[in-house]
C-alpha cells in the first residue's frame, strides 16, 4: 500500500485532498505544517492559516476520515526562507511573491525531507494543478478549473518532487470540491478561502514589516522620469510597480509608480504608458521540461492572475531573457515569469 503525507491546513481544499487519497486506499497520515506564532509576526489574536482554529479544523477532518494526524514545526525555516526573504526583496526595490517561497522551501522541501524520514511514498497538497508523465520526464500542467489553477506558484519543482507528489484536486472544479466536503460533513465545507499572504492576514505589508524588523522606513521624494520632485512618499516599503491608489500626488491626471532608486530613496511615477515593456530577465530558472538549447517560442505569466501573453525566451546559462511580442504591464522585481505551453508549464524564475 503506497503511503502518503497530506498537507492540511484547515481549509477545504486539502481536507478533501485527503479524502480523495484515502478513498483510492492510500495509508494517510494528515500534517500541518507550524510556520510561525503569531507574536512571531507582531499579531495578537488574529485568524491565520496557523491559527487554533485551522489546526482544529484539520484536526476534525482527520479524526472523521480516521487517519494519524500531526502538527509539524517548521517555524525556523519559515523565518529564514520565506519571511526574511519577504523583507529583504521589499528593502531592495522588489515586490516578492512568498506564496512561491513557501511552496518551494517548506511543502515541497521540508515537508518532502520528512516524507522520506517516514519511509514514505508522496506528499499530497490541495493545489489545483496536475502532474503527468510522458515520455520518461514528470511535467507539471494547469487544473482543470482554470478560474482557480495554482500552476503558476508551483514552477519550481524539480523531477524528484514532481514524482513523488499528487495533486488530487487537479481533476476537479471548486464547486465539485466543496460538493464533496458538504456530503462527507466537514467542519470546513463553506470556509472560505484565505485570500491574503497568511503572515499579513490584514494586508499591511509595510506595518508588518515595521513591526518584523523594528525599523522605520524613511520619507523620501516622488520624482518624475527627468528627476524633478513632485512630492514626498511615505516610505519605499509601501509601493510597488505599477501602483497607483495611495500615492497621495494631485497633479491633475493619474501617476502610477514606475521604478524605484534605492540609493537616493526615491519613487519614480509616470503616465500608464511607461509602465510597458518589451523584455525581462528572470534568475534562478527552473525548467520542468527539458532545457531549451538556444530559445522556445511560447506564452508567459509575468503575475498571478494575468493573462498568459506570447513571447520567446532565450536561455543564458542560469537566467532566461524573455522577449514579448507585445509591451507587458508593469514587470516588476521580485515576481515570477511562469511559462507555458497550452496547459504545459515549461518553467519560471525570478525576475530581476
Not at 101 to 120: I, S, V
Not at 186 to 196: I, M
Not at 213 to 228: A, L
Not at 276 to 305: G, V
Request: glycine letters at 8%.
Amino acid at each position: 500500500m503506497k503511503k502518503a503525507i497530506i498537507a492540511m491546513s484547515g481549509g477545504v481544499d486539502s481536507s478533501v485532498a485527503a479524502f480523495l487519497m484515502k478513498s483510492q486506499n492510500y495509508q494517510c497520515i494528515g500534517a500541518t505544517m507550524k510556520l510561525y506564532d503569531n507574536e512571531d509576526i507582531g499579531l495578537s489574536a488574529e485568524r491565520t492559516c496557523c491559527s487554533v482554529d485551522d489546526i482544529d479544523d484539520a484536526r476534525a477532518v482527520a479524526n472523521k476520515l480516521g487517519i494519524p494526524y500531526y502538527v509539524m514545526n517548521f517555524k525556523e525555516e519559515f523565518d529564514k526562507k520565506v519571511i526574511d526573504k519577504f523583507v529583504s526583496t521589499y528593502e531592495a526595490g522588489g515586490t516578492p511573491n512568498p506564496c512561491i517561497d513557501c511552496n518551494r522551501y517548506l511543502k515541497f522541501e521540508k515537508l518532502m525531507q520528512r516524507m522520506q524520514e517516514l519511509d514514505f511514498d508522496y506528499v499530497v497538497t490541495g493545489h489545483y494543478a496536475d502532474i503527468v508523465y510522458e515520455n520518461g520526464r514528470y511535467l507539471l500542467k494547469k487544473g482543470k478549473d482554470l478560474s482557480k489553477d495554482q500552476s503558476y506558484v508551483l514552477y519550481s519543482l524539480t523531477q524528484y518532487q514532481l514524482e513523488h507528489t499528487l495533486f488530487p484536486l487537479g481533476k476537479y472544479s471548486k464547486d465539485e470540491i466543496r460538493a464533496i466536503a458538504e456530503k462527507n460533513g466537514f467542519v470546513n465545507a463553506k470556509k472560505k478561502d484565505s485570500q491574503d499572504i497568511c503572515f499579513v492576514p490584514d494586508g499591511d505589508y509595510a506595518s508588518f514589516i515595521e513591526r518584523y524588523t523594528g525599523q522605520i522606513y524613511p520619507e523620501g521624494d516622488f520624482v518624475d522620469k527627468m528627476g524633478n520632485i513632485i512630492g514626498r512618499h511615505n516610505g519605499m516599503i509601501r509601493y510597488t510597480i505599477g501602483q497607483r491608489k495611495g500615492l497621495g500626488l494631485s497633479i491633475g491626471h493619474p501617476l502610477y509608480v514606475c521604478a524605484k532608486n534605492i540609493e537616493k530613496n526615491q519613487v519614480v511615477v509616470g503616465n500608464n504608458d511607461d509602465l510597458f515593456s518589451n523584455h525581462l530577465t528572470a534568475e534562478n530558472f527552473n525548467w520542468i521540461i527539458e532545457e531549451p538549447k538556444e530559445s522556445i517560442t511560447c506564452m508567459a505569466k509575468t503575475r498571478y492572475n494575468m493573462k498568459e501573453v506570447p513571447c520567446t525566451a532565450y536561455v543564458n546559462g542560469n537566467s532566461v531573457e524573455v522577449e514579448f511580442v507585445n509591451p507587458v504591464r508593469a514587470v516588476t522585481t521580485g515576481q515570477a515569469v511562469v511559462l507555458y505551453d497550452g496547459d504545459y508549464v515549461l518553467g519560471g524564475g525570478t525576475i530581476v
